[in-house]
């Protein structure tokens, strides 16, 4: 009776666990779908998430590469060339910002998930979810604080290196019966590709090649080796220059920049990357992580797991050039040993889907950004889509126009819509350096590029680079184009071609102005444009095409329509209508009008008012309406006391 009770008792049970398991998964896989879309929310987001200089020139070179420049001998740049490929592949299909560009970045970190998730290491589905789950959440949530979200070499390093170990290097290790022939086509090609993305990922490409590579699948390591390096020839061959490749990305970044960077090759590298390994309790804690992991990889090596040593030592080489973005790859390349771990678990066991089913939905609640100050922390650093130097670009040049952003200003560029004037599109100590000894019979020359150009604008910051290296000592060329062919805009590193601005020592002058409103525009009382006439004697060979009006609105959205009304030298009236809502408080109104020369102008109520034209007054009571002058040949003018933009 008692055994009888027993195998009731224990079918009951069975049954009850078996339909506690089912409700488990179901749980598991609806948790998983909706933590996908949240992702996808989290990366969409990311997109404008922060604007970084070093992101802004990759960029900026693909644009150059995308209207027929070369890399290295016509653009220079110290990156590897398999670099520009995401940014030539864009720009074929549009001109595209930075939001744009982090699109290839975006579908490379979702194929790295995706190489996770099927992963030959990971034998069940549980499995699988976890580490995909688990490998999203720290590059969605943790590896923008290092740029890890951007367009950026160290990031494309990473994320290939996630599918390399993940798809390859590691199911060689741990299951090589289930390394397939396109596997080790497809893996060799990717680890071939490394160096050309940086030179100094050279010692891990090596490391990864002799760890992976079997006897057995040896004929699809060679044919994915061959395909990498030719393809990445062709690319160099195509879009730039082999002897530039040796000047700027080998010669310069190994015997001129060290002596700026202070980080010497060779022997200080490796000290470099054991000093970052143990500096500080993140990196210290991912290594030793990471050697955990390892040790499952080198249990399933016969004698001694070397293959298992050379993937450590070549994860570790990542750190060679220093923490932060410069260690990026680092954190990306060990999610697929991290991720190991799961391979240990009891998929079977209730007490394990119970721990699974709170780490979903621990992530999930991360990713949704409903926890205190997690969707703060992102929407509140949004990529600028204007910044003063395009607005002042926008006034004098057209798109076609070349301006130049120093001495390390690369967003400018993107947000001003404009390509640069020079090669050396950001100018800094070792640029000038190199220059002083050029190999390989490759050299650009900043200063004269600059002066065949003559952009109208040039945005020159003169900065001292990490406090050590001032302007003066690198760039005293192009100091001299500037005192001899433009004027700065006072409290600006803002400087514009000097036959471009018409009465400019007027507008420069220290002389002590004022700006005050007019009288609020009403149906009793127009506005009265008082213009510069010395402005318009200057410009008399050269007629207005455009007029912009700085109007005051109270700060509010004032109703109805005014009128300008412009007299031309002959007495004939031009008369423009506006909506008065369109106007922003302070800012100016540009009006396209007929070309001509005017003589006096007002606004006038039609349906509406309540706004006012600013004016500069001088100590005499002299009166200025707050205007800029658009003349025919392309010339501006400037209301003195009045602000440029």
Not at 61 to 74: C, I, P, R, T, V
Not at 327 to 351: H, K, R, V, W
Not at 633 to 642: E, H, I, N, W, Y
Request: charged share 20%; glycine share 6%; hydrophobic share 45%.
């Amino acid at each position: 009776m008692l055994l009888k009770n027993k195998m009731i008792f224990g079918v009951a049970e069975r049954k009850d666990s078996t339909k506690l398991d089912l409700v488990f998964d179901v749980a598991i896989y609806i948790l998983f779908f909706v933590f996908a879309v949240l992702s996808f929310r989290y990366q969409y987001l990311l997109l404008n998430y922060r604007e970084w200089g070093d992101e802004s020139e990759t960029i900026v070179a693909a644009k150059m590469m995308a209207a027929g420049m070369k890399l290295y001998s016509e653009i220079f740049n110290h990156h590897g060339p398999l670099t520009f490929l995401p940014g030539v592949l864009a720009e074929k299909f549009g001109d595209f910002g930075v939001l744009g560009h982090r699109v290839s970045v975006a579908l490379l970190q979702v194929l790295a998930i995706l190489s996770i998730y099927k992963s030959p290491a990971l034998r069940f589905e549980s499995q699988r979810i976890l580490a995909s789950v688990a490998c999203a959440t720290v590059i969605l949530v943790f590896m923008p604080d290092i740029f890890g979200h951007m367009y950026k070499y160290q990031t494309i390093v990473g994320i290939l290196l996630v599918v390399i170990l993940s798809q390859y290097t590691i199911p060689a290790i741990l299951c090589p019966e289930k390394v397939s022939s396109l596997r080790a086509v497809l893996g060799s090609l990717l680890i071939a590709s490394l160096p050309f993305l940086a030179i100094t990922y050279l010692p891990i490409a090596g490391l990864l090649f002799i760890a992976s590579c079997r006897r057995d699948y040896f004929k699809g390591v060679a044919i994915g080796s061959s395909l990498g390096l030719t393809a990445n020839l062709i690319f160099l061959g195509v879009y730039g220059s082999f002897a530039g490749f040796l000047a700027f990305h080998l010669y310069l970044n190994a015997k001129v920049l060290p002596f700026y960077a202070g980080l010497q090759p060779g022997g200080a590298l490796i000290v470099n990357a054991v000093t970052v390994a143990t500096s500080d309790l993140a990196h210290f804690l991912s290594l030793i992580a990471m050697l955990l992991s390892a040790l499952i990889l080198a249990q399933k090596e016969e004698k001694f797991p070397w293959r298992t040593f050379l993937l450590v030592a070549g994860l570790c080489s990542l750190l060679m050039r220093g923490a932060g973005f410069h260690g990026m790859p680092f954190f990306y390349a060990i999610l697929p040993l991290l991720a190991l771990n799961l391979s240990l678990i009891d998929t079977n066991s209730l007490a394990s889907k119970q721990v699974a089913l709170g780490f979903l939905l621990l992530c999930m609640v991360k990713i949704s950004l409903i926890l205190p100050g997690d969707k703060q922390k992102i929407t509140s650093a949004p990529i600028p889509t204007e910044t003063e130097f395009s607005k002042l670009v926008a006034e004098f040049t057209v798109p076609e126009d070349r301006i130049i952003a120093y001495s390390f200003q690369n967003f400018e560029y993107l947000a001003s819509g404009r390509l640069p004037a020079s090669g050396h599109f950001f100018y800094l100590p070792w640029q000038e350096k190199y220059n002083e000894n050029p190999k390989f019979g490759i050299s650009i020359d900043a200063c004269k590029q600059i002066r065949e150009a003559a952009p109208k604008v040039m945005l020159v910051d003169k900065w001292k680079v990490w406090d050590r290296f001032p302007w003066d000592s690198y760039a005293g060329c192009i100091q001299k184009l500037l005192d001899s062919n433009y004027r700065q805009v006072p409290n600006r590193p803002y400087y514009i071609r000097n036959d471009l601005l018409r009465g400019l020592d007027d507008y420069f002058s220290i002389e002590n102005r004022k700006m005050i409103p007019s009288l609020p525009l009403s149906e009793v009382s127009s506005i009265k444009l008082k213009i510069d006439k010395d402005l318009m004697e200057a410009g008399r060979n050269r007629k207005l095409i455009a007029l912009e009006i700085m109007f005051g609105t109270y700060v509010r959205v004032n109703p109805g329509v005014a009128q300008l009304i412009l007299e031309r030298e002959g007495g004939e009236k031009v008369n423009i209508d506006f909506a008065l809502p369109e106007l922003q408080d302070n800012h100016y109104k540009r009006f396209t009008i007929p070309e001509d020369s005017y003589v006096a102008g007002e606004v006038k109520w039609l349906t509406g008012g309540g706004i006012s034209a600013w004016e500069s007054h001088d100590e005499k009571d002299r009166v200025l309406t707050c205007m800029k002058y658009v003349f025919s040949d392309g010339s501006r003018g400037f209301t003195p006391g009045c602000p440029m933009f």
